[in-house]
């Protein structure tokens, strides 16, 4: 079991940066992969980034070149940090941990924080 905590969302204006932050419940070294993602009303959640066990990085979509995943692995954490943040950018952006156990991928979401850009 993994409880994910996530904060740092609020409303930014456009140009602007938001730093969020997932406080995970279990070890880092013990989650196969962590990321995060964002769903805006009536669609689908879609993948921001991602970070490995291992650190290895993946970026999608429109925020490459904007957001840089990150993680303190003595504080349990990871973060996302968003900048020159545009309208379209406005979700809830989710925590998310994929773990193996026994050879069964459980995955784990946090209750979301909402990024709200606008002037």
């Known amino acids: 079991q993994v409880q994910l905590v996530e904060s740092g969302g609020g409303l930014v204006q456009p140009g602007g940066s938001l730093r969020l932050s997932c406080a995970s419940s279990r070890t880092l070294f013990t989650i196969r992969r962590m990321g995060w993602y964002r769903q805006a009303p009536g669609k689908q959640r879609e993948l921001v980034a991602t970070m490995s066990s291992g650190g290895r990085t993946n970026y999608v979509g429109s925020v490459k070149g904007r957001v840089n995943i990150s993680r303190d692995n003595a504080k349990n954490a990871m973060y996302l940090q968003m900048n020159s943040l545009k309208p379209e950018d406005t979700d809830v952006y989710y925590c998310?941990?994929?773990?193996?156990?026994?050879?069964?991928?459980?995955?784990?979401w946090g209750q979301g924080t909402q990024v709200t850009v606008s002037s």
């Open positions: 998310n941990a994929e773990v193996i156990v026994g050879g069964t991928e459980y995955e784990y």
